[in-house]
């Protein structure tokens, strides 16, 4: 609206100018031609206008595409946030052990595929977490541990840039474990062993002009 606006006061200005210059011996040819050229810039830039809303438009369809592969082949659930995305993604570790899972692989190379067209200016977030087995500390380090494993796959395999993901830990936090107490050794408490992906996105899905 404020684009026509500005066009249409554009366009009223040429044309008092227009009934003027008639005065002082414009033509009546002229001032057609002058209008008809007004016209056709208008045309134009209405033509490119929705040429980017109908790109915008596909853009957004495609992400949603993308997004319910996500849930549907890989039951991957997602939280949004001003700005942000939360996806709460099976990658899951063994007991003690930080080491990524050949099986997790597949859901980490859709979820940087995702990244790399629809946000990649976007920052990530690798957020590890421990059962509660243990010292705090302890794991708060294997926290991190399992972060850096899963940022470590994004930048090599995934082809996304170091610099786009962090990694952090939150260990055994007990208002983040998604089984409260849940613990191993063996598979008990492989729920609370895991990683948490955040796409801080600032709102912009990147690329609508592209």
Not at 47 to 55: M, T
Not at 164 to 185: D, I, M, T, W
Request: net charge negative; aromatic share 8%; with cysteine.
């Amino acid at each position: 609206m404020v684009n026509r606006h500005v066009r249409l006061t554009a366009f009223v200005g040429l044309f008092a100018l227009g009934l003027g210059g008639c005065a002082a011996g414009v033509s009546q040819e002229d001032l057609d031609a002058q209008l008809a050229q007004v016209r056709e810039e208008f045309r134009a830039s209405d033509d490119q206008l929705s040429g980017r809303i109908d790109q915008l438009d596909r853009r957004v369809s495609s992400l949603e595409t993308e997004l319910q592969a996500l849930r549907n082949d890989f039951n991957v659930t997602m939280e949004k946030a001003q700005g942000m995305m939360k996806f709460n993604v099976p990658v899951h570790f063994d007991f003690d052990v930080a080491d990524l899972r050949e099986l997790d692989k597949p859901v980490l190379d859709r979820f940087a595929a995702v990244v790399k067209e629809f946000y990649a200016d976007a920052l990530v977030t690798v957020e590890g977490f421990a059962d509660p087995a243990g010292s705090e500390a302890y794991n708060t380090r294997l926290g991190q541990r399992r972060a850096d494993s899963v940022k470590s796959y994004l930048t090599t395999a995934g082809g996304m840039q170091p610099d786009q993901v962090r990694a952090v830990s939150y260990g055994e936090a007990g208002n983040r474990q998604v089984v409260p107490g849940a613990h191993g050794p063996g598979v008990t408490g492989i729920e609370n062993r895991r990683v948490a992906l955040v796409i801080d996105y600032g709102g912009m899905v990147r690329g609508a002009g592209n």
